[in-house]
């Protein structure tokens, strides 16, 4: 009879334990802190936003807005850090854990965010662009009146990319991604340039997590700032910047436009050059003498844009660049020099001109007088 007993009771555990449900794990999450000012929350599925308070969680393609004076801190759960100034709205498109960290998508419509990653990688979707960021420190603001996108870099890896190409840049560094021409539809490939100490300073005022990259950046600036001890002999030159035309530094070359070449103000310019063996990618460089560069990226040997893309007159230098299926570089071309002119300043649209005021028609000349004649009665009743 014990045994009995002991049997039921051990098949009345096992039934019982088969119910208990399974434990799940938790859901990547991102809290609000540090509010200040007018902070409005809403969640996907919301009509309205309401008043955010802290600690409170925002869920996959939920939106943050703030006021002229409201600011918060975003913590992710991989430790990453968003911080939305003044005057903002965006949205929280996914963030996903992948191999390496969490990959974070955000949309900013308006305003300013500042991202600090603690590993992984974040994109941010612009009215005129993406700009991306891996494993470091991003700043991206939208100009609310001209919708051109201003991206720093104060650490890592940074990209910036719009319909007409894209370029990578790193610490100190920074970019513009130009809005949509209205008239022409074009867009302007984006170039980049060193960071300003003010840019510098606003990292280091919005954000007290980067004061130690901040130190170790401006450093950087500072020596680069110091008067070398010996003059220089000649006036630094565009290709000190570009890789040498000695044969023995090519080892593909490019077909065309030819070196010396003088393009038109306008229209679209094919950029080739041979293939090299064991190339999965290529990515021009153009470079004019400002020092501003861009680059276009492509798996074949050729690349076609609108030469209005490179808006400034003058001379410009470009060189292409092999690399594997691993992202290795492999080898660079000689530079070839083309020459264009200055591009047209954006034509201000012309107003419609307005259509005239309707004839008014009265009960006489509806019948009689064009333009109100009713064929009717003038065959009738008009003279």
Same mark, same amino acid.
């Given at each position: 009879?014990?045994?009995?007993?002991?049997?039921?009771?051990?098949?009345?555990?096992?039934?019982?334990?088969?119910?208990?449900?399974?434990?799940?794990?938790?859901?990547?999450?991102?809290?609000?802190?540090?509010?200040?000012?007018?902070?409005?929350?809403?969640?996907?599925?919301?009509?309205?936003?309401?008043?955010?308070?802290?600690?409170?969680?925002?869920?996959?393609?939920?939106?943050?807005?703030?006021?002229?004076?409201?600011?918060?801190?975003?913590?992710?759960?991989? *430790? $990453?850090?968003?911080?939305? +100034?003044?005057?903002?709205?965006? =949205?929280?498109? /996914?963030?996903?854990?992948? &191999?390496?960290? #969490?990959?974070?998508?955000?949309?900013?419509?308006?305003?300013?965010?500042?991202?600090?990653?603690?590993?992984?990688?974040?994109?941010?979707?612009?009215?005129?662009?993406?700009?991306?960021?891996?494993?470091?420190?991003?700043?991206?603001?939208?100009?609310?009146?001209?919708?051109?996108?201003?991206?720093?870099?104060?650490?890592?890896?940074?990209?910036?990319?719009?319909?007409?190409?894209?370029?990578?840049?790193?610490?100190?560094?920074?970019?513009?991604?130009?809005?949509?021409?209205?008239?022409?539809?074009?867009?302007?490939?984006?170039?980049?340039?060193?960071?300003?100490?003010?840019?510098?300073?606003?990292?280091?005022?919005?954000?007290?997590?980067?004061?130690?990259?901040?130190?170790?950046?401006? *450093? $950087?600036?500072?020596?680069? +700032?110091?008067?070398?001890?010996? =003059?220089?002999? /000649?006036?630094?030159?565009? &290709?000190?910047? #570009?890789?040498?035309?000695?044969?023995?530094?090519?080892?593909?070359?490019?077909?065309?436009?030819?070196?010396?070449?003088?393009?038109?103000?306008?229209?679209?310019?094919?950029?080739?050059?041979?293939?090299?063996?064991?190339?999965?990618?290529?990515?021009?460089?153009?470079?004019?003498?400002?020092?501003?560069?861009?680059?276009?990226?492509?798996?074949?040997?050729?690349?076609?844009?609108?030469?209005?893309?490179?808006?400034?007159?003058?001379?410009?230098?470009?060189?292409?660049?092999?690399?594997?299926?691993?992202?290795?570089?492999?080898?660079?071309?000689?530079?070839?020099?083309?020459?264009?002119?200055?591009?047209?300043?954006?034509?201000?649209?012309?107003?419609?001109?307005?259509?005239?005021?309707?004839?008014?028609?009265?009960?006489?000349?509806?019948?009689?007088?064009?333009?109100?004649?009713?064929?009717?009665?003038?065959?009738?009743?008009?003279?």
């Amino acid at each position: 009879m014990k045994i009995k007993a002991l049997l039921f009771l051990m098949a009345v555990s096992l039934v019982f334990a088969g119910c208990k449900p399974q434990a799940t794990p938790s859901p990547l999450s991102a809290s609000l802190s540090e509010l200040i000012g007018k902070v409005e929350i809403k969640q996907a599925g919301q009509d309205n936003f309401t008043p955010a308070a802290a600690d409170a969680p925002l869920q996959v393609n939920g939106q943050i807005q703030t006021g002229d004076d409201g600011r918060v801190r975003l913590d992710l759960s991989s *430790g $990453t850090i968003i911080r939305v +100034a003044p005057s903002s709205l965006f =949205t929280l498109i /996914s963030n996903d854990e992948v &191999e390496g960290g #969490l990959a974070t998508k955000i949309k900013l419509q308006l305003g300013k965010v500042f991202i600090i990653l603690n590993g992984g990688s974040a994109d941010v979707e612009t009215p005129s662009g993406v700009a991306s960021v891996k494993g470091s420190y991003m700043k991206v603001e939208v100009d609310p009146e001209t919708q051109n996108v201003y991206v720093t870099c104060l650490e890592g890896d940074c990209n910036a990319s719009n319909e007409a190409g894209s370029v990578g840049f790193t610490r100190g560094e920074r970019t513009i991604l130009f809005a949509k021409d209205p008239v022409t539809g074009g867009w302007t490939v984006p170039v980049v340039g060193p960071m300003t100490p003010e840019e510098f300073q606003e990292w280091l005022d919005e954000n007290p997590e980067a004061k130690e990259v901040y130190d170790q950046a401006m *450093g $950087t600036l500072t020596a680069m +700032a110091v008067p070398p001890t010996e =003059t220089p002999t /000649s006036t630094p030159t565009l &290709e000190a910047a #570009l890789p040498p035309t000695e044969a023995s530094s090519a080892c593909f070359k490019i077909i065309g436009p030819a070196s010396g070449s003088g393009l038109p103000k306008i229209g679209k310019i094919t950029f080739s050059w041979e293939s090299q063996p064991g190339a999965q990618n290529y990515v021009v460089t153009i470079t004019d003498v400002f020092g501003n560069s861009a680059r276009l990226e492509t798996p074949n040997t050729s690349v076609e844009k609108y030469v209005e893309i490179l808006p400034n007159g003058g001379d410009y230098e470009w060189f292409v660049t092999a690399f594997n299926a691993d992202g290795k570089e492999i080898c660079s071309t000689g530079s070839n020099s083309f020459s264009k002119p200055q591009g047209d300043p954006t034509a201000k649209p012309t107003k419609e001109p307005e259509a005239p005021d309707a004839p008014v028609c009265t009960e006489y000349n509806y019948i009689c007088q064009d333009p109100c004649v009713d064929p009717y009665y003038s065959s009738t009743n008009c003279n």
